[in-house]
Every structure is written in C-alpha cells, then in structure tokens.
C-alpha cells in the first residue's frame, strides 16, 4: 500500500514551486525593463495629449524601443509615474532602458529640434505654437496658405476656400537651421496622406463620404471623446444620425463656431458649425485628427445608439432613446453638463 506523501513535504513541494514561479517572474521583468539594444539611431516618437501608459506603450513596442507593453505598464505604475507622462516629441534610442524612457517622457524632456503638432488641435493653436516656437507671424501665415499646396494629393476634396483646418497630421517633425516650415507643413499633408490608407478610403468612400466630409466627421469624433473604444461608438452615432436625418447636436461644434467669432463657447451662438441648430455636416473639421478617429470613423462600431454623454467620472455614456440620454445626463454629468 503506498503511503501518501505527507503535508509537510507537499507544502515543500508548493513552496518550491512558488519560488521557481516567483523567479521566473522577477527574472522576465528584469530582463524586460532593459534596453533593447540593437542600432544606435534615433527614434522620434509623440507622446499626445491624454494618452495613457497602456497607449504609450503600444507605441513604444511598436517602435521597437521597449521588450514588453506589459512590463512598462507596471513599471510606470510602481515607480508612481502614472498620468505624468507629458505630451510632445521625443527623441529616444533603443539603448535606453524603460526606466530612462519613463524619465524622459515624466520631465517632459522634448527634443527642441522638433516640431511637433498635437492631435485635435485647431489650426490657431497650431499657428500660436509655430510662432512661439521663435517663427515671425508673416512666416506661419505664409506657410500656413493652402493656395501653396494646392497639388497635394490630399487636398483633392477641400473646397477652395477652405484653410488647412484639419489638414494638418498630429506629428514630431525634424528640423534644422535650413528647414523652412513650408517643408514641414507639406511633411505633415504627407503623413495625413500616408494615414489614409486605401482601406480608410474606400470606407469614406463606401459610405458617401468625400475625403472633406470624412475629416470633418472624424474630427468631431476626434474632439468629442479620446479613447479608440469610445470613438468607434461614437462615429457609429454620428453616422446612424445622418443617416436618420437627424443633427448631430455635438457641443464641440458650436464651440469651434463660437471661437471664430472670438466668443465663449457657448450652443448657444449660432453659425454654420452648429451642429445642434443645423442639419448636416459643418462646412468643414474643427481640428487635426489622429488615426485612432480616422479608423473609428472607418469602421465604427456595430452598435445602434443614438446619443451619449461624457460624464464627471471621465466615463462615456451610450443611450438609444431622449428618455435614457436624459436620464443619464442628470446621473452622471451634474458638473460638466452645467
């Protein structure tokens, strides 16, 4: 008869095993927050405005500058560096190891030899940059006229008066003491260009949309809501809203109409870009977008709703009828809604 192995050896036996896990845990995320190694060259990569660690890291990983997504979120997390990642361009090597990368982006190290336009900023914010970057007005202005871009591709759908609103591709762009900024506004048609696969295209295209009338609509997403989840829902309400005939009543939209007039933001102003007094598209973006709401808009989400509500708690709310938008509003949006 075979005797059973006692307690003590199977606690042991468990305890040896804990051990050998807990090693081979600490040995991967050791080895995981080391450089990668490889070239000595220099990756530019844009950290935007409300990204986070999990998002940052997708882009690292993607880059090739760090080993593991998961194991920069935990270290960002333990070294207490989480949501102090500042936005703009930088300038990394695969020589640093994750603890360097995290330092650089939480001191807000920016590469002053770069130019970097942010996602969903507006072509003001974009000019007020340029010229606090040390070009005179006269320059900016200059460069900022579409009349000089005229046979760029991607400008194949503005209509003719229209400014580059929109136009301009959230990127780190690398200057030098001859770089004139017509070069870099035309880098950033090209990487709008770039980001408009073919794909995308037939998508707009699919769904009745010029390339004028699709970065329109992906820059409402693009301001309404920042997460990828969130803007494939909410281009998904936009759409079944046109498609229903009904405003697409986005607040972002009276907002960029009342700062034209040099107002507050207010739904109250009336103009052409408020999409809760008029029907339809607006007459064109109201600010740069990213790929996340050119893909969003591309392929939105297989849902059905018809309004949402962005809520104290950071949280988007989804609702198909006026009685459950109503009734979340009054529940999860007591400070932003007033």
Known sequence: MRRRPSVKRMVLILGSIVMVVVACVAYWYTTSLKSVGGPDETVIVTVEQGMNEAQIAAVLHNKG????????????RISGNVGRMQA????????????????????????????????????????????????????????????????????????????????????????????????????ALDELDLALTPA??????????????????????????NTPDDRAIVAQVFLLRLENGMAL???????????????????????????????????????????????????PSNTDYLFFVSGDDGKTYFSHTVAEHEALVAAHCKELCN
């Open 249 to 299: 009543g986005s607040d972002v939209t009276a907002f960029y109409g009342a700062s034209l007039l040099g107002r507050e933001e207010s739904v109250l102003v009336d103009t052409a870009y408020n999409t809760r007094i008029h029907a339809g598209l607006p007459p064109g973006p109201i600010s740069n977008v990213s790929v996340t709401s050119l893909q969003a808009l591309a392929k």
């Open 88 to 187: 703009g361009g930088y300038k990394l090597t695969r020589q640093m190891s994750v603890q360097d990368i995290v330092n650089t982006f939480s001191n807000g190290k920016v590469a002053v030899d770069l130019l970097t336009i942010l996602p969903a900023q507006r072509l003001d914010q974009i000019r007020d940059y340029l010229i606090d970057r040390g070009y005179a007005e006269s320059v900016v202005d200059a460069a900022l006229d579409p009349k000089q871009y005229a046979d760029h591709p991607v400008l194949v759908d503005k209509p003719p008066l229209a400014s580059l609103e929109g136009y301009l591709y959230p990127e780190s762009f690398q200057i030098t003491a001859s770089t004139s900024l017509e070069t870099i506004i035309r880098a």
């Open 200 to 225: 995308i295209r037939k998508s707009f295209a699919d769904r009745g949309l010029n390339l004028h009338e699709a970065l329109t609509l992906a820059s409402i997403v693009e301001r309404e809501v």
């Open 65 to 76: 500058l760090i080993r593991s997504v998961i194991a920069y979120e935990l270290y960002a």
